[in-house]
């Protein structure tokens, strides 16, 4: 592989099994720097006020409550959302970038569109999750709900909300060009992922 840092980005809705397919790739290409935007969300959340920033003080698809006169709540208020969180993601992005470090991100926020896929010095290669079956998906909340704090119900209530933000984020990565990876088993997903970072670091050598 090339010198060039990698910036890698995850992204896909909630329950797609971003984090863990996230950590599986650091593991196997040796990178120590992995960072989720929800870490950036809670960061925000802890410098700036419900009134000054109303929609990082909800989930990503429940912030339609602080754009309730939308046209329509559910992406207007995850859009808001994730451009608020996206100025810490590029922050981090732009220092592990200065340092020379390879990086990757995993979020719902990564919305393709939203953030560059060409930056200089670096190989970005941006992906987003999916699952296309509905009780799949549900199926993820359970073992993503072990020893959370956060209750299954919570997810499983919203799941239409959450699927419908899912559709948002496909439609978005075909109209972007961004690679879909379906994720049938996080172990094919990372191996996909990889695959697909290691042929397009190939073709930037070649250049």
Not at 94 to 116: T, Y
Not at 126 to 144: C, G, N, Q, W
Not at 162 to 174: D, H
Request: net charge negative.
């Amino acid at each position: 592989m090339n010198d060039r840092p990698l910036v890698i980005l995850i992204g896909g809705a909630t329950g797609t099994g971003k984090s863990t397919v996230a950590t599986e790739i650091a593991y196997k290409l040796g990178i120590t720097r992995l960072t989720s935007t929800d870490s950036i969300r809670q960061t925000l959340r802890a410098f700036f006020s419900h009134e000054f920033m109303p929609t990082i003080h909800y989930s990503s698809f429940s912030a339609g409550e602080a754009v309730a006169d939308a046209d329509d709540p559910l992406v207007a208020g995850f859009l808001e959302q994730s451009r608020n969180v996206l100025v810490g993601v590029n922050a981090s992005i732009e220092r592990a970038l200065q340092e020379g470090w390879s990086i990757i991100f995993e979020g719902v926020h990564l919305v393709p569109g939203l953030l560059p896929t060409r930056m200089e010095g670096a190989l970005v290669c941006p992906f987003v999750l999916t699952i296309k079956d509905e009780d799949e998906h549900a199926r993820h909340f359970f073992s993503r709900n072990a020893g959370s704090e956060r209750p299954l119900t919570s997810y499983l209530d919203h799941l239409s909300d959450i699927r419908r933000l899912q559709t948002f984020l496909v439609e978005s990565a075909e109209r972007e060009g961004i690679p879909l990876i379906e994720n049938v088993s996080a172990e094919q997903a990372s191996a996909d992922v990889i695959e697909r970072v290691l042929s397009a670091a190939e073709r930037v050598e070649a250049l």
